[in-house]
């Protein structure tokens, strides 16, 4: 049976509060427990109202926020006191061992976790709100809808650009501007975000591919390019990288960044090109 103990819990309101809280916990070192959520909100940002995250930042009389808004205010919009240098290492401390739930509970989650899981978590919720895989593209879709209605908006409004083989052929015209190009693919009971972009500042061209169901693993999986000679299928190069967990708040620089693409030079690409400008390659998915 939990064993429950009467705690008062120190607020930011003149009166303390009387809580109940369950401290039936194993002997394991650092085992995490659950609070209630009396005592969770004391752990939200004073500005922003969302479950902090470590360093946590204050002011000189104490009161905490958030990096991200203690970064935007010049003084405590509680007291009016000066920001402080130092952090709350002891609340910090105690905040390590505690369960949170999912900033997407009000949605439906029912997920919860420590601190240093529950980030990760919310990137690839399924209650997460989530953009068009094509958002990006000239189309520039402004769909946003759950994480798992991605797929089915996806072949109702861009079923041309859906494709179901894992290895597919194209031909593109490309000419040294800010491009972006973006395909999905739908094998191994799985679907697949396959873009490329050109840079035209640095010439590199980057080429990523992220898995968008939240169930599957992506790291039993890869992809690879073939580019073709001109006037022929015989294989100029070919370049193969792994596949990444999709996330719902990547923004372009997230997308592309180096540490997950495939690079390859502009020039390297347009010299196979034919005489009309265009550069025939296949992109493949391959399960590990």
Known sequence: MPEYVKRICGSSSTTDKEVMVDISVDHEEHHPFHLEISILSELECLICRKYMFSPLQQCMSGHIFCTSCFDEIQECPICRKPKSNSRCFTLEKIQSWLLYPCEYEYRGCTYSDTIQVIESHQTVCKFAPAPCPFKYRNN?????????????????VHS????????????SSIEKKDTIHVTVFEVFNTHFQFCWCLDKV????????YCLDETTVATNFS??????KKNSYFNAFFLKGPCHSYE?????????????????????????????????YAVKIIKN
């Open 223 to 228: 992809f690879q390019i073939v580019v073709f």
């Open 140 to 156: 520039n879709c402004r769909w946003r809808g759950l994480h798992s209605d991605v797929i089915a908006h996806c072949k109702r």
């Open 202 to 209: 640095t010439g590199y061209m980057r080429f990523v591919t």
């Open 248 to 280: 719902t708040d990547m923004d372009i620089s997230d997308m592309f960044n180096d540490e997950k693409c495939l690079l390859a030079f502009f020039d390297t690409f347009n010299m196979w090109c034919d005489e009309k400008g265009d550069s025939k």
């Open 160 to 171: 041309e650009n859906i494709f179901t083989s894992p290895r597919k052929m194209f031909t």
